[in-house]
């Protein structure tokens, strides 16, 4: 099988297994695994941010930050096609009792002056807002990066309101490697970032959430209550470190991969979408001749695996798993299926 479902298919290589056979553990909840305090402080360097912690996904991670930095009652401002919007179950509304307030953005970048039309006034009537939620980069734009200079100009108008902003980073890498921005400069425009080990980087479970000491300190309580406190979980983070240490630069054959799946496809009838909007590792077609579930049922028999991204797109994930001749047979298959 070609597995273009996700990032999140990859397998831990032999260095993550033999890393996670070796690690020291410890009891985590009491803090005392060193492995993941090796983790925790790797990645609170390379965000920039003071502190950071280990959560078992990337959802729950950004639960967490939405948990720590609201309140019942007040409303958090988001890209209406954002993850944390979209694809987490309601659990914003379920878990912190908020009010979403989706925004429409361009390739998911939301424009800071629409952000600061949204933010709330002080009114009765009106439910306070209480955070900013970013996406970097944006899955369901098309993994596209969005620029530093509108994070930028989204935290200018956050700080002129003492609103914190969340970053969505999951796959905050893949935006660095394939901008050359690097990394501390995204983190550097928001209050805490969430980042996947998991995903392109080959982990086989984790995410890390990180901001200030003060935030983190009221986040690890919210990870204990909703059951995330993981004990011995240093083997886990152990293909963590070796996830952050050696899988960054790589990203960039997945891209170089998405780069090749979208030219080929591109010139293909039956298929709409823009190649110059492929940034990373994520192309989302829609085809016009046919319906998604004929498409990926197609692709399916022929041994490809796709995900279909409701109402009417079909999405291919390059990752660590497929190579220059997975993508293409890949662009054969749809050629022949389109034909
Ligand atoms: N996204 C998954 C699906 O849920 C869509 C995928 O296969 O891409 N933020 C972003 C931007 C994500 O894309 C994802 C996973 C998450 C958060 C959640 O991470 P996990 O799966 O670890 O909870």
């Known amino acids: 099988m070609i597995d273009l479902r996700s990032d999140t298919i990859t397998m831990p290589t032999v260095a993550m297994r033999k890393a996670m056979a070796e690690a020291e553990v410890g009891d985590d909840v009491y803090g005392a695994d060193p492995t993941i305090n090796r983790l925790q402080e790797l990645s609170a360097e390379m965000m ?5 912690m280990f959560v078992p996904s990337g959802t729950m991670g950004n639960q967490i930050a939405v948990l720590t930095h609201t309140r019942p009652g007040t409303e958090v401002i988001l890209e209406a096609d954002s993850h944390i919007y979209y694809y987490e179950a309601a659990a914003a509304s379920v878990f912190a009792g908020i009010q979403p307030r989706p925004l429409a953005g361009r390739r998911g970048s939301m424009p800071a002056e629409l952000v600061e039309w949204a933010i709330r006034q002080d009114d009765i009537h009106l439910p306070p807002t209480s955070l900013i939620c970013l996406e970097n980069t944006h899955n369901r734009a098309g993994g596209t990066v969005v620029p530093l200079k509108d994070m930028q100009a989204v935290y200018e108008v956050a700080n002129r309101y003492k609103i914190p902003v969340h970053l969505d980073g999951a796959r905050i890498f893949n935006a660095s490697v394939a ?3 690097p990394v501390k400069d995204y983190t550097a425009c928001t ?4 980042f996947c080990l998991s995903k392109g980087l080959g982990a086989p479970v984790g995410s890390i959430i990180a901001g200030p000491a003060d935030f983190i300190e009221e986040a690890r309580r919210w990870r204990k209550r909703l059951g995330g406190g993981m004990r011995q979980a240093g083997i886990i983070a152990a293909a963590g470190i070796v996830a952050l240490e050696t ?4 990203l960039a054959e997945d891209h ?5 799946l979208a030219d ?13 909007e492929v940034d990373t590792n994520i192309v989302i077609v829609k085809p016009t001749t046919m319906s998604i579930e004929q498409l990926g049922d197609e692709l399916e028999k022929r041994g490809i695996l796709t995900v279909v991204i409701e109402p009417d797109r079909v999405r291919f994930t390059t990752n660590k798993e497929v190579n220059r001749d997975d993508i ?5 298959a749809v050629k022949e299926i389109l034909a």
């Open 48 to 52: 920039g941010k003071e502190v950071a």
């Open 247 to 250: 899988m960054v630069d790589r």
């Open 191 to 194: 209050t805490s970032i969430q």
């Open 328 to 332: 293409e047979k890949t662009i054969t």
């Open 256 to 260: 170089e991969n998405a780069r090749l």
């Open 264 to 276: 080929g496809l591109a010139s293909l009838k039956g298929i709409d979408f823009n190649p110059d």
């Open 179 to 181: 901008s050359g921005v």
